[in-house]
């Protein structure tokens, strides 16, 4: 089959980036020592507090989401000290990774991957280890499609007097985030999935609990110390480093787009997309994998005796249809398909179709056109 002149990008990131973004990241580059690119600056870390749920300053950092995460720990955690990570997937797992990569005490908590970490988990490893002075978890692990309650753990956390920090980056602009209220200390997210750009950008939000403990802490960083990116940011308007310019105002457009379709509608139409396709793998007889899944994202699990990485090729190779196997334990297990980005409920018809056609090619014996049915259907109901 002739492949498409472009893909079709359902992948759990990079997610789908608007037009209007693209436009806005081809102008001219400017100096970013200018007061242009300060007010850009100014505007684009104000925009993103609703989105953390916090009133607390966004500091934008050129790196990856995992940039983000090393950044919290290098600024928190003192090479002597412990914390407590939530290990429910291959990015529960890098919290691990980074916590003993800067001479701290890791204390895993194991989930099994698809499961979400229960509040009371949280709560006997702390008691189990009172010298904690950090829990790391994700509120959407990518890698599962699974969904922690990080609520219910902020209760516990602030029971124990420790620092709450979150990956929020299939979250933020995901679903509501309420980080003052929950009692979270460090939220991060990264710009290639709900934000609707390129990967190159991380954010933090800081706790004033969690600046007082960055002041105190004996970590290593440089590039990434975030009292002195607050500061330039806050202060001087303007970053530390040299910034990634042309997706700082690719940003700042695509926060254009997501408030004017406001908030509460952008997570409704992610619920909806979600909701759509796990209609359909269940009317393919296809079982999802967490038990309670994240809107960002829907991991299924591939027939038996069947290697998802068949599937997610000849969708990829063959249809121009772009999502994504399992990691690690779960690589052929899984098919991801993300709901992030610039994508519409009827994206999902092409999604599903592709994947019916793909399943097809494999050998799954499953009635045709029950899958995109169940798309329409719930399309339908509407939000």
Known sequence: ?????????FTPGPAPVPPEVLLEMARPVIHHRTPH?????????QQLQPLFGTRQEVILLASSGTGAMEAVVANLLSPDEHA???????FGERWGQLIRAHGATAHQVRVEWGRSVRAEQVEDALTANPQAKAVFVQASETSTGALHPIAEIGEVTRRHDVILVVDGITSVGVFEQKMDVWGVDALVTGSQKALMLPPGLAMVALSERALAQASKCRGRRFYFDLLRELKSQRDEHTTAYTPAVSLVFGLHKALELIHAETLPRVFARLLLMAEATRAAAQALGLEILPENPAPGLTAILAPKNIDSGQIVRYMRD??????????????GRLIRIGHMGHLSPFDMLTAVSALEIALGRVGYAFECGAGVAAVQRRISQGI
Do not use: I
């Open 84 to 90: 407590v990570y939530v290990d429910g997937g291959k």
């Open 1 to 9: 089959m002739k492949r498409n002149r472009h893909p079709y990008l």
């Open 37 to 45: 690119f300060a007010a850009v600056l100014d505007s684009v870390r």
């Open 318 to 331: 063959e249809l121009g249809v772009w999502v994504q196997g399992g990691q690690d334990r779960m690589k």
